[in-house]
């Protein structure tokens, strides 16, 4: 398996309150990945780096954003949660001639 | 624009081959995926196929592609119970690391 770990693996936090979640690898991949998966919609594509501090985002970035100071962190924080953000997030990471993502086993994340 | 499509549910019984199909709209996809996600994991990486290759097997697995209907398919001989899960295609496009996935297919597998 790939090294990659996401903290908290479980957050409830209520509406209006900054999060952040971190995705740790320990596999010196150059790509990582933040995507959110809801029922209906499969995996979603939040923000996504190719470097560290070279960050780009997804599909569905509105209210998120995401810092990598370190190759291996890749942190996501949501400044000010809403319910519309309840899901549950995964980080993926890739190398860099290779296209295949491995993920992490996802934060499932309540905002009340 | 991108999109990727598969139907939600397929219920075959243990011991059966099992066919879960998707489809997909961009043709400059590059590679096509599976992967797996058992009830409160990860997604994990199953196959994939090269965009100028028509079939794969690995085992159990045997991948099918179509570039003309755009139609991709994975087929698991001998199905289990330990196969029940979602299952989700997904594709990456030229000259870039992303990927598009679809809504998954959730595979149950009874006795």
């Known amino acids: 398996d790939a090294g990659i770990t996401q903290s908290p693996r479980h957050k409830v936090t209520e509406t209006g309150t900054p999060v952040t979640l971190r995705c740790h690898q320990t596999?010196?991949?150059?790509?990582m990945y933040w995507y959110r998966q809801d029922p209906g919609h499969g995996l979603r594509l939040i923000h996504y780096?190719?470097?560290?501090?070279?960050?780009d985002k997804g599909e569905v970035s509105d209210g998120y954003s995401v810092s990598r100071s370190k190759t291996e962190d890749f942190l996501l924080t949501l400044e000010s949660a809403t319910s519309s953000q309840t899901s549950v997030y995964f980080c993926?990471?890739?190398?860099?001639?290779?296209?295949?993502?491995?993920f992490g086993p996802g934060t499932r994340l309540t905002v009340t | 624009g991108e999109d990727v499509e598969q139907s939600l549910f397929l219920s075959v019984r243990e011991g059966d081959s099992s066919v879960i199909n998707c489809t997909y709209t961009d043709s400059s996809s590059t590679y096509l995926y599976w992967y797996k996600q058992e009830p409160g994991a990860g997604l994990q990486l199953l196959t994939y196929i090269f965009s100028n290759m028509d079939m794969k097997q690995d085992q159990r697995l045997t991948v099918l592609l179509n570039k003309k209907d755009k139609h991709l398919s994975l087929r698991i001989a001998d199905t289990q119970t330990g196969d029940s899960a979602i299952y989700f295609c997904?594709?990456?496009?030229?000259?870039?690391?992303?990927?598009?996935f679809g809504t998954g297919t959730r595979l149950q597998v009874f006795p």
């Open positions: 780096s190719y470097g560290v501090k070279d960050t």
């Open positions: 997904a594709e990456t496009l030229y000259n870039t690391d992303k990927l598009i």
């Open positions: 993926a990471i890739s190398e860099i001639e290779r296209y295949e993502q491995y």
């Open positions: 596999e010196n991949h150059r790509y």
